[in-house]
């Protein structure tokens, strides 16, 4: 659905966006993040027409950006973090403003705009003024006049951005519901949610993709089966015991019992070293039944700033 091939823009000797390449599928919910001058807002506007590439290309639904503007937008709703909202205008006004700027024929808005109030939990707000709302509702407005239209395609900067818990939360689940019609490339700093919304993550740092893939399969990828939870059939402190003689663990952490009879343990080894042979003998050399092994998972923030700071890693 979005392809972005190759793309580089440089602002005279400054390379913001270095030859990176990425897709998002049709259905996905793309989380995209970076952090501040990485480049993420600049390719977010090069993929929406705001802005034009150096090198590269991005298409939507097959129509190039550049060379076909109006057909690739026609599949584009875009949120930037600071909506284009006008003040004065009632919620209803503004919306019929968004759908004259769109070309949406009049015969089909009244339909289009009462599923789009409905999506995004605005129904009641309709005869208010835009200026007179909460920040949460005017950024459901903001998300609203993405829709307009009913593009396959939704890029949303910063949706969250300025909420309190419950308006996250509620913000949250609205996204997950459009998910569903939508394919959608999500910008955030509130990493928590970017996890809980998020099919895939793309991390650009200094104008270049340094990850992409499910939060998942990125912890696996950088813990290198340095960081090991294990259930093991035994006494606790037999089963603590069978670790300390092990040169290359370093760390063991109790973790309780979730089956009877038996105790998780997260266990860590030196920077570098694959631990998953130590622990088995280690436990089999005391006898001791192992249950389950598996990686233990890093939090997204500390993904993230493993890859692009060095920091954060399995601790």
Known sequence: MIEVNSLTKRYGQHVAVNNIS?????????????????????????????????????????????????????????????????????????????????????AD????????????????????LVKNLSKGYRQRVGLAQALVGFPKALILDEPTVGLDPKQIIEMRDVIKRLGKKHTILLSSHILTEVSAVCDRVIIINKGNIVASDTPEKLSSALTHGRKMVVRVKGDQQAIRAAFVNTPIIREV???????????????????????????????????LPMLMMKSSDLTLEEIFLQVTTGEGGAK
């Open 22 to 106: 990425f897709s998002v599928a049709e259905g996905e919910i793309v989380g995209f993040l970076g952090p501040n001058g990485a480049g993420k807002t600049t390719t977010m506007n090069i993929i929406t027409g705001f802005n034009s590439a150096t090198a590269g290309d991005v298409t939507i639904n097959g129509c190039n950006i550049l060379d076909e503007p109006e057909k690739a937008k026609q599949h584009l709703g875009y949120m930037p973090d600071n909506p284009p909202l006008y003040g004065d205008m009632l919620v209803r006004e503004y919306l019929s403003f968004v759908c004259d700027i769109k070309g949406v024929h009049k």
């Open 109 to 128: 808005r009244k339909k289009m705009l009462a599923e789009i109030v409905d999506a995004v939990k605005i129904a009641d707000m309709q005869e208010r």
């Open 253 to 287: 952490a109790s973790l309780g019992s979730r089956e009877a009879g038996t105790y998780d343990f997260e266990v860590q080894g030196d920077e570098g070293v694959d631990i998953r042979e130590a622990i088995f003998s280690s436990l089999s050399g005391h006898n």
